[in-house]
Every structure is written in structure tokens, then in C-alpha cells.
């Protein structure tokens, strides 16, 4: 199984079943790879070793794909039913409002005398 990379392309909505039929015709090529594996082998021999790293190797890529099937799904279901996840921005970060968070905190704390060890000065 070679290195993957992850790329994003934009296509016609009208495409995206023969697009997912396509992936998941690739998919079941990798699953029909593994009918032709010899099982009857020498359990500790050379050539098992090797049906056990193709069958593994078909396996990863199996999932690989369809996990991109799964995502490309959940998107287009996500699309349909119009759900949208909030974009992050700064003004919903748990952080975004620090200083107006410490500045309430000061203002509800007593006033401190003038000149006291503990004074805070900015």
C-alpha cells in the first residue's frame, strides 16, 4: 500500500452516485482480490507470510476507501438536510472574550487601599 494524499475537487451534484459507484467499485476489487488467496499453505512458510501481507494490504486500502465513501455520504446528507457545523471564529472560541472576562472579574472584586502589597497596577 502506497502513501496516501488527501486532495478535495468539486463535483456536479447530478455525478456524485456514478462517483460513489466508482469508489465503491474499486472498493470491491480489493475485496475480490482476497477470494484467489491460497489458505491451504504451509501455515509457517514464506508464501503465507505473503498471502498475509496482501490480504492486510487489501484490507487497508478497502477501509481507506471506504472511509472517503463514508465521508463523502455524510456530507451529502449533511447538504441535504441543510445541517451546517457553526464556523470557528474568534467571537465563539471559548478564549474570545478573556479580557472582558478578567475585566468583569477586577470590577467585582473590593477595592483595595492605595499603596497595599497586593495592588496590581497594569
Known sequence: MGQ???IQYSIDIDDLPAEVGRLMSHATAELEKLKDVDWKLDFL???MLENIEGVRASLG?????LEDVESIITGYLQYKTGATAEPVS???TPLS???EK???FKNALP???MGSPDEVTD
Open 4 to 6: 496516501r494524499v488527501t
Open 90 to 92: 474568534p467571537s465563539n
Open 111 to 113: 477595592p483595595m487601599p
Open 97 to 99: 472574550n478573556m479580557e
Open 45 to 47: 512458510s514464506m508464501s
Open 61 to 65: 486500502t478497502t477501509d481507506q476507501i
Open 102 to 104: 478578567i475585566a468583569a
